[in-house]
């Protein structure tokens, strides 16, 4: 492998993973990550359009989908397989691949390292992207060396009993963010083990220091902890918490009135949501889609600072963040260092920093992340406000026109029916209709034991179709509605008879929704609620 040549690397994450993309870059090579949920179709055109002269896997399920295309890559040479014992064909263990190195001296190594320079590529990242081909954005080193200096000013983590809990796919710019934070300032990593459904189990046991993650692990959390609660007192619990967490970040006396209301909310229920993410969590930190804030302002009274950043992979994964002594919840935070931010006439956000990447591989003409004159169009809407807040209010391609003319955002409101505990996934549609109208999905792991309760079919179908189950669904979506303008709210829904997956191509690998791939798939659907 020389100095330029690209390398795949399709796998979970794991430790294997940090290894080999670790041993690529130290080569002078350009690291190409794959989602591992990615079909063989999908690794193909990645491996196929970067060139790959090698790919390492993680085991016999990647293998095969590498394996059923690989007629069809001339440029593929070597396949290297991080499980031992999963190798089939021509592929090879790591440890092979550790024994050839070893005859290798050192200086050669140390040698290739050196010469590589700060306008040398670093990584291709593939955008899930939500229609077409993946475009592989071009990221320099010195575009990770700037956005790793942005990030590391703040001192997140560091010292010698920090630990970082990773579970994001490190094929996505965000978790490789935090693997080159921790492993630059030797901060511990935590890696999953592979089952989604022992997040929250493995978070109470490693007790992270820093989370970073998406959306719906904390949407999961506030499900389960505010399920059962009475509104009343919950609302009252986190005004006071709220207060209080104000003015500790002031540094400012608490009322004695004040911190008895608080002692008591902090032993009934905020002390029970910190053990749920270990106990020591000191920040935690969510991205890729959009939150509500309710959510945050919850945790935050809990004492669990979550924090909004945003960025893209053209950004080198991050352009704005927020800090628990520097926020606004409903705000996505301010500039980083050496990050401009410019809002278009059209009300799209332009970035500008040494973050932004280099262009995409074998697409210069790629409209979406075009750079003019140094400011990248980033196809999303927002607005800065007098404190030099950012705040996203859309995709300019995700905002619905109704027939009436209206601009309706439909994050908000999905992120209200996403607050249901009965619900997985919210998609609102009525781009040129009378009205909008929602695609609904139920959440298995919570229905399912409602319905063994009340004697009811357990199958998601059966469900998604019973009376209950709508009129349940129907009360939580009038009080979303309320928050709302006439024109805004959604009149009718169906439930899914399944959940949304990447699998089936309807959610990307940070579970960001494909819209036009729900609205074409159940547009027959759709269509019914309206005649």
Known sequence: IERGDRVALLGNTRPEWTY???????????????????????????????????????????????????????????????????????????DAVRERGRAVAPSVAEERAASVTPENPYTFIYTSGTTGNPKGCVLLHRNYRSVLDMVEHRELFGDGDDLVYLYLPLAHAFALIIMLAAADTGTCIAYWGGDTKQIIPELAAVQPTYLPSVPRIFEKIFTLVTANADPDLLARAVAVGKQVRALEAEGKPIPPELQAGFDKADEQLFKNVRAAFGGRLREAVTGAAPIAHEILEFFWACGIPVMEGYGMTETSTVATSSTPEDHKFGTVGRPLPGVEVQIAEDGEILLRGANIFNGYWNNADASFGAVVDG????????????????????????????????????????????????????VMHGDRRAYPCMLVTLDEEEIVPWAQAKGLPTDIPTLATNPEVLAMIQEHLDASNAKYAQVEQVKKFFILDHDLTQETGELTPTLKVKRNVVNEKYAARFDALYS
């Open 20 to 94: 080999s993309s670790l041993g690529i870059t130290g080569t002078g090579a350009v690291v190409v990550p794959i989602y591992p949920s990615n079909a063989p179709d999908e690794c193909h055109w990645v491996v196929s359009d970067s060139g790959a002269r090698a790919i390492v896997v993680e085991d016999a399920t990647q293998l095969a989908k590498i394996a059923e295309a690989r007629d069809r890559l001339p440029a593929l040479e070597h396949v290297i397989v991080m499980v031992a014992g999963d190798e089939s064909g021509d592929a090879i263990s790591m």
């Open 375 to 426: 400011w990248l169009h980033t196809g999303d809407v927002g607005s800065v406000d007098e404190d030099g807040y950012l705040s996203i209010t859309g995709r300019k391609k995700d905002i619905i026109i109704t027939a009436g003319g209206k601009n309706l955002t439909p994050a908000n409101l999905e992120n209200d029916m996403k607050q249901c505990r009965w619900v997985s996934q919210a």
